[in-house]
């Protein structure tokens, strides 16, 4: 006679206690591979809270380092900068400007928690007056005529001491030219971590209002992803290392958790996941309504985005997990 799994198997005996569950846990979460993104903005003594993002602030270089120096003291990681000019033009100049926010910010953060990682995003939809990611050339966003402003935005970071650049316009051939610059300028050891599979997601949405990126017209469906094309992201994924990167991201991440497990799957190099603005928000709105317990929301969120394979989490939740995991 067959023997019947039940009652031999019983899977709840493992699930018994929390020291039970805990020796048989598979994935484990580490503030030490959280980023938490950060917005520099112009002027002293500046921490105006973000309406859609409760929690964040854009901050004033000197408010900003004693962010750093807290997010560094428990333990986090790493951080993403993310600018606010004083003004914007057509060319991005702001961008790429030796003098301009995130560089300042950078060289701050850097003297002031050495040991803190400092990544940069590198991208133009903050600096041009249009808030597109690029130039515009004949009403379009011209890919080519980008990669220069793209290059010189990196070498700026590096030279005031980024210890990782991340593009996430989503041109064709950045990553190739921006390690070609990082080369040619003498930051050869800077890696460049690609947000390779980045969709156009409405998800975004909290994000612009915070960086006031928001482009006035169109959207940014030509450069970025198609949500439902996972087959493309694997190959834009396989370009940018073929291009230099050092690290691939997928971002949104809970949406796309198919594609951490990929990438994961299939590539030898540390995945990133962006936790982005409208995930967090999502998740601390249901919270402010009594529909969801913030803190447990956010642990499964981010051991969602772990377990699906991601070794890096970029995540506004930062801290507070970090806190939860002390
Ligand atoms: C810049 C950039 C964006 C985000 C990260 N880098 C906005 C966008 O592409 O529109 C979004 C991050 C978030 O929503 O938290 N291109």
Same mark, same amino acid.
């Given at each position: 006679m067959r023997t019947v799994p039940f009652p031999i198997h019983r899977k709840r005996r493992l699930r018994v206690s929390e020291p039970m569950r805990s020796l048989v846990r598979e994935t484990h979460l580490e503030p030490s591979q959280? #980023?938490?993104?950060?917005?520099?903005?112009?002027?002293?003594? #500046?921490?105006k809270e973000i309406s859609s993002m409760p929690g964040n602030f854009q901050l004033s270089i000197d408010e900003l380092v004693k962010e750093c120096e807290a997010t560094f003291s428990l333990g986090v990681g790493g951080v993403i900068l993310f600018g606010i000019p004083d003004a914007k033009d057509d060319l991005a100049s702001g961008a790429y400007d030796e003098n301009g926010i995130v560089q300042r910010a950078v060289r701050a953060v850097k003297s002031a928690v050495p040991r803190l990682i400092v990544i940069t995003d590198v991208c133009n939809c903050e600096y041009t007056s249009h808030g597109h990611c690029g130039k515009i050339v004949n009403g379009e966003v011209d890919n080519d005529a980008t990669l220069g402003w793209l290059a010189a935005a990196a070498v700026s970071h590096a030279r005031a001491g980024a210890d990782i650049v991340a593009p996430s316009d989503m041109m064709d051939g950045r990553v190739a030219a921006i390690r070609h610059s990082l080369d040619e300028y003498g930051f050869a050891n800077t890696p460049i971590l690609a947000y390779a599979a980045k969709f156009a997601s409405v998800f975004y949405g909290p994000f612009r209002e915070a960086a006031e990126s928001t482009p006035q017209f169109g959207d940014r469906r030509s450069y970025q992803m198609d949500p439902p094309n996972a087959r493309e992201a694997m190959h834009e994924m396989e370009l940018d290392l073929e291009e230099g990167a050092d690290m691939l991201m997928v971002k949104?991440?809970?949406?796309?958790?198919?594609?951490?497990?990929?990438?994961?799957?299939?590539?030898?190099?540390?995945?990133?996941a962006y936790q982005v603005s409208g995930e967090f928000s999502m998740i601390v709105a249901a919270a402010r309504n009594g529909w969801l317990d913030l803190d447990r929301a956010m642990m499964e969120s981010l051991t969602s985005i772990r377990r699906a394979g991601a070794d890096i989490i970029l995540t506004y939740f930062a801290k507070d997990a970090a806190r939860v995991l002390a």
């Open positions: 959280f #980023v938490l993104p950060l917005f520099a903005c112009p002027g002293e003594g #500046v921490r949104p991440a809970m949406p796309y958790l198919d594609l951490i497990r990929m990438a994961r799957d299939r590539f030898p190099v540390p995945i990133g």
